[in-house]
């Protein structure tokens, strides 16, 4: 009798095992409640993403990955990590050439919570009825101006309204350098973490006044009508620089923001998005900075504002799980509508974002962006995203560098050449 009750109590116990196996299976599963996987694009952001991340994962219990992709390789990452298992959910594309690479990929946002908070639907990529992409940040860039420095070389910002204006005072302190104790430009490296500032941030003047000329938005075929003035731009910067343009192949990123906050260089061309970099203890404070307008000597230089514009454009993965998509439109909306997530946008990140529940940022250089539209100056709009390719960038870079190693007209030719001949050679690959 006893040995049957023993064996009943084991099969009851056995039951019970299965039961409650069964029950914590069945919660599990009601209770999935998804996953984020952000694939960063800017690497001077990395410590904010990572810090906003944790802070929404403390708040909700939602786990967040940031992870950022070196300057300069994001394509080539965002390929190697969406061929993995545990992909990313939020990736980024840079405009309408880069959602032809990825829109297979990308989920229609339309009926999201996070596009109801845009300010404007033009700041989405749409095709159709779809929505595949949402800008996340407004920025500017120009070229960037230690104050001090340009007071002591006998100049004020007031003193250069145009490329004349600009070529003077670089000139003038170049050729008082030794006495001066500093350069005109920092260095315009061509090393991977700084190219992009020329192949594509300084590429774009050309384009945008071609564009405004012949009142397009894009083309297949460029024809190079402003290289000329692309050209006097890229002599003044490697000819009134901390270094000899032979030398400016290895130059870093970092080499270029260090020279300039050790007050080697008068002017560095950079964006709103350095602002954190260049502020806070032990360096400049917003009354020794300014940034001004890259003038090329084309358009109505008198009128002329920043380099406004956005290339960073929110895609969330269609191929992650329900419960990660959703846990990807829940976490980018809270980045933009709650008070911690506008914060620190806004004041962590430097961020003008393009959303209703907005927070003012305090980066001085955006700040002088709204001064100069306000003033009646005209933003240069970002065209580079209708670049047909990184082959293309990539190509025009390597140009680049050897003229500088070597400033002939040959190879000045060469530049063309990879501006205008590749351009349409890229965008007869696409089809």
């Not at 845009?118 to 230690?146: H, M, P, Q, R, W």
């Not at 992009?196 to 009508?225: C, M, V």
């Not at 907005?358 to 240069?380: C, H, I, M, R, W």
């Amino acid at each position: 009798m006893k040995k049957l009750i023993a064996l009943l109590l084991v099969c009851i116990m056995v039951i019970g095992m299965f039961a409650g196996c069964n029950k914590a299976d069945k919660a599990d599963k009601g209770t999935e409640t998804g996953s984020v996987y952000y694939l960063n694009f800017k690497p001077e952001q990395h410590d904010a993403w990572v810090a906003l991340a944790d802070a929404y994962t403390k708040e909700t219990g939602i786990k967040v990955t940031v992870i950022t992709a070196a300057s300069g390789t994001y394509e080539e990452t965002l390929m190697a990590e969406m061929g993995k298992e545990e992909a990313p959910t939020l990736f980024q594309v840079n405009g309408p050439v880069g959602l032809a690479n990825w829109k297979d990929y990308c989920y229609d946002l339309s009926g999201s919570a996070v596009y109801g908070e845009l300010t404007s639907k033009d700041f989405a990529l749409t095709e159709g009825e779809a929505v595949y992409g949402i800008a996340y940040v407004i920025e500017s860039y120009g070229i960037i101006v230690n104050k001090d420095l340009l007071a002591k070389a006998g100049y004020a910002i007031e003193d250069i309204d145009s490329f004349a204006d600009l070529k003077k005072v670089a000139e003038d302190i170049t050729a008082r350098s030794e006495e001066l104790g500093f350069a005109a430009f920092s260095s315009a490296g061509m090393d991977g973490s700084s190219d992009w500032r020329f192949k594509t941030h300084l590429a774009n003047l050309p384009i945008y006044f071609e564009y405004q000329a012949d009142g397009i938005g894009t083309t297949t075929a460029i024809k190079g009508s402003y290289l000329d003035n692309y050209r006097q731009i890229w002599d003044l910067y490697i000819n009134n620089s901390t270094c000899a343009p032979s030398e400016l192949s290895a130059k870093t990123g970092d080499d270029s923001r260090n020279e300039f906050l050790a007050s080697k260089a008068v002017f560095f061309q950079n964006g709103s998005w350095e602002y954190g970099n260049l502020t806070g203890e032990g360096k400049f404070t917003d009354d020794q900075l300014a940034m001004i307008p890259i003038y090329v000597g084309a358009g109505d230089e008198a009128n002329q504002g920043l380099c406004t514009g956005t290339e960073n454009y929110w895609c969330v993965n269609n191929s992650a799980s329900e419960a990660d998509i959703k846990a990807t439109l829940d976490f980018i909306n809270w980045c933009v509508t709650s008070e911690t997530g506008t914060k620190a946008m806004a004041n962590d990140m430097g961020f003008v974002i393009p959303f209703k529940k907005a927070v003012e940022s305090p980066n001085l250089f955006v700040k002088q962006d709204v001064a100069y539209t306000a003033a009646g100056k005209t933003p240069v709009s970002w065209n580079f995203p209708t670049m047909p390719s990184e082959e293309w960038k990539n190509v025009l870079g390597n140009a680049l560098t050897a003229y500088a190693a070597d400033p002939t007209d040959a190879n000045w030719a060469a530049v063309e050449k990879a501006f205008v001949e590749n351009w349409a050679n890229e965008y007869a690959l696409k089809g």
